[in-house]
């Protein structure tokens, strides 16, 4: 079974930027599609972006396109998610989930000034 653990969340100015990592254990970690996915105070979890086993196939919310770009190190067993141009409606818990499988226990993020 493969646990996921995130990292990388702080407190960011608007405009600012943080890099995610989502670090998973065991040696089956690159056969997985990972998703990275948000949950606001209030709101239900959201889709934020998902990549393939191989790295190949991106895709991603139309809220994030082009400030957001996920990817992936499969010697290091890890997903990155590098977040740009940050606004305060981004602020949210982000969570890596395993396709089909496990989640991490989150990474808070919060945009103020």
């Known amino acids: 079974q493969v646990q996921l653990v995130e990292s990388g969340g702080g407190l960011v100015q608007p405009g600012g930027s943080l890099r995610l990592s989502c670090s998973g254990s065991?040696?089956?970690?690159?056969?997985?599609?990972i998703h990275w996915l948000l949950q606001a105070p209030g709101n239900e979890r959201e889709w934020v972006a998902t990549?393939?086993?191989?790295?190949?196939?991106?895709n991603y919310a139309d809220s994030v396109k082009g400030r957001f770009t996920i990817s992936r190190d499969n010697y290091k067993n890890t997903v990155y998610l590098q977040m740009n141009s940050l606004k305060p409606e981004d602020t949210a818990v982000y969570y890596c989930?395993?396709?089909?499988?496990?989640w991490g226990q989150g990474t808070q993020v919060t945009v103020s000034s």
């Open positions: 065991g040696s089956t970690f690159s056969r997985y599609t």
């Open positions: 989930k395993l396709h089909g499988g496990s």
């Open positions: 990549i393939s086993s191989s790295g190949g196939d991106r």
